[in-house]
């Protein structure tokens, strides 16, 4: 059988059997539609979940209960050991690792977790920073600087007591 590329409901590309050429090619006569039904006619389709007018997943499972998934705060994330790319005395802040490509921006918020090693003194700000990924930049000789949502500098009294 022959198999084309077309364009079929909007931009979406979808390879489709050549129909309706013969009982010879298994797909004459109905063009595997069947007989009779909504089915068989020209316009049918079949929306995405639809289970054969059984009760559809998603309306047996369970939605109850409080979920925090629409306003959870998302963070990129990098770890101590990719910081290694800059050079000693460097500035590291979200703009500086996206530059050299070593994360892709999910959202515009930074998290510096603690794995890798790092032997070089670095400046980084970011929004967010685990204890291990504090202690390594500091033992190297380098400075932690805490920043807000906004990307200004949060006091250094005032993260004394967030939770991590």
Not at 15 to 26: D, L
Not at 55 to 84: C, D, Q, S
Request: glycine residues 16%; aromatic residues 6%.
């Amino acid at each position: 059988m022959d198999l084309k590329t077309v364009t079929a409901k909007g931009t979406k590309l979808l390879n489709v059997f050549r129909v309706g050429r013969g009982i010879g090619s298994g797909l004459g006569k109905t063009c595997g539609r069947g007989h009779k039904g909504w089915g068989q006619r020209s316009g049918s389709y079949r929306r995405p979940g639809y289970e054969g007018g059984q009760m559809p997943i998603y309306r047996r499972v369970p939605k109850r209960g409080f979920t925090n998934a629409r306003f959870r705060t998302e963070y990129t994330i990098i770890n101590v050991g990719a910081l290694e790319f800059f050079d000693s005395g460097a500035v590291v802040d979200l703009g500086a690792v996206l530059e050299k490509g070593l994360v892709s921006l999910n959202v515009p918020l930074l998290k510096v977790l603690g794995d890798g090693p790092l032997t070089k003194a670095l400046t980084v700000r970011a929004q967010k920073f685990s204890k291990s990924a504090i202690e390594k930049i500091t033992a190297a000789g380098g400075r932690v600087v805490v920043l807000d949502a906004r990307g200004r500098e949060v006091a250094e009294g005032a993260n004394e007591g967030a939770k991590e």
